[in-house]
């Protein structure tokens, strides 16, 4: 079975409700994993907006977090990412940062990484850091997304 990442709350490719918005409650919606490798060493999850790359000229981080457990199955609402490191989003604050589309609906990603190892990055590092440290780590990854509109 592939490394699989979805969430009770909305189905992939639909909607993400307004409460796990950034003008909102701004808390993670509530995940659940399935499917992880026997070999995985530590799970690693990024939230970002590919469509912010016109209005923002990047695309946006809103969540970084690394040495999660590999045995979670579920990640539940406003995670305080107990055992894990949560990084800084590009709101330069650390934690969750929940949709806030400037101009129209975006799409947002939650990407799951499965690896071989355990990152020692340093606390609060960015996406870009996280990304650069997985290269070569990653066994297994699922994309789970979801719309948000101003």
Do not use: C
Request: charged share 25%; hydrophobic share 35%; net charge negative.
């Amino acid at each position: 079975m592939a490394l699989q990442l979805n969430s009770p709350v909305f189905a992939d490719g639909e909607s993400i409700p307004d409460r796990y918005g950034y003008t909102e409650a701004n808390v993670n919606p509530p995940l659940e994993i399935d499917g992880v490798p026997g070999e995985t060493v530590s799970l690693a999850l990024v939230m970002d907006d590919p469509d912010a790359v016109e209005p923002a000229g990047k695309v946006w981080g809103h969540w970084v977090v690394w040495n999660i457990d590999p045995e979670t199955e579920q990640i539940p609402e406003d995670w305080d990412a107990a055992g894990a490191h949560e990084g800084t989003t590009d709101y330069g604050e650390p934690g969750y940062g929940g949709p806030n589309p400037p101009d129209r609906e975006h799409i947002y990603r939650f990407r799951l990484f499965a690896l071989d190892s355990d990152l020692a990055l340093d606390p609060g590092a960015e996406k870009e850091t996280l990304e650069a440290e997985i290269e070569g780590h990653v066994l297994d990854q699922a994309t789970l997304t979801g719309t948000y509109a101003p």
